[in-house]
């Protein structure tokens, strides 16, 4: 179809695969990368995304929208704890390079702060690399989330863990299926926390609605020939425990679009679902 040629032309030909890069296994990195418009994304990106849209849509949810609210969360929260006078961040499973990066936002409200970023894509590694090469606060580790000790280890060679650090894990724990594998990686993180330190998390969630288990196995489906494995959905509830023994910040545990949002408009196609925050502190 002309259309499907038209899109392709806007993403990255499979020939420009990096060595190692596998370009006809989706990568979720890259399908969020064109969820949000980007270009840094091969065919096999953007035939899976497109199905998670229309496996979406017929639910009433757009996974575009999501994936604004959800990077737009993220600014409001990063922001929100710099100017609480947080000077380090780690920013796990930071996905391909957008507008209003972690690192662009917190040296906006205070130069010198100092920013890590995490992630096992070797794409999202190269790009991040070549665009943080002249910014002396900034580092860019390979690390796994299956291994949050080594991730701390690795991050200690740029961050002093002994002063506030904010940890940040935007939209990656639902490709972890197991539950009890999420709570101690979380649990590892949160220990890590010094008073001040801040725990920043978002989460996709589904309203429990009549009828949503096909579209959701149907999900499931496209995300296991991913290299993320599957994706799982956690309520309010769970999320809630992942910020046990720190001071979960108003409005809590609540949907991106609502976390600290004065926008009194939010876009349509989140009403049935979408990606649930909160951001926790150490006292």
Do not use: C
Not at 266 to 280: F, M, S, T
């Amino acid at each position: 179809m002309a259309g499907d040629r038209e899109q392709d032309a806007q993403g990255l030909p499979d020939e420009r695969a990096p060595q190692g890069v596998d370009p006809t296994v989706p990568s979720v990195a890259r399908m969020y990368d064109y969820y949000l418009g980007g270009k840094d994304n091969f065919h096999a990106d953007r035939v899976a995304a497109e199905q998670i849209v229309a496996i979406a849509r017929e639910s009433g949810a757009d996974v575009r929208e999501m994936a604004l609210a959800n990077r737009g969360f993220l600014v409001r929260a990063v922001r929100h704890v710099a100017r609480s006078g947080v000077r380090q961040f780690l920013d796990i499973g930071t996905g391909l390079p957008t507008q209003d990066n972690v690192h662009q936002v917190v040296q906006r409200e205070a130069p010198g702060s100092k920013v890590v970023y995490v992630d096992n894509d070797p794409i999202v590694l190269v790009h991040a690399q070549a665009l943080l090469a002249d910014n002396p606060h900034t580092a860019v580790i390979e690390g796994d989330l299956h291994r949050p000790d080594a991730i701390l280890k690795a991050a200690a060679a740029h961050l002093d863990l002994s002063q506030p650090v904010a940890i940040i894990v935007a939209a990656v724990f639902h490709f972890f299926p197991d539950d009890d594998e999420v709570a101690a990686i979380v649990a590892t993180l949160r220990e890590a926390l010094v008073p001040g330190g801040h725990l920043v998390i978002s989460h996709s969630y589904v309203e429990p609605e009549e009828g949503r288990a096909d579209k959701m196995d149907e999900a499931r489906g496209v995300y296991r020939r991913s290299g993320a494995g599957t994706i799982a959905w956690r309520d309010r509830e769970t999320m809630r425990g992942y910020f046990a023994g720190l001071e979960l910040l108003e409005p809590g545990i609540v949907p991106v679009q609502e976390w600290r949002d004065d926008d009194p408009y939010p876009a349509p196609g989140l009403a049935k679902g979408g990606v649930l925050a909160g951001v926790g502190r150490r006292p």
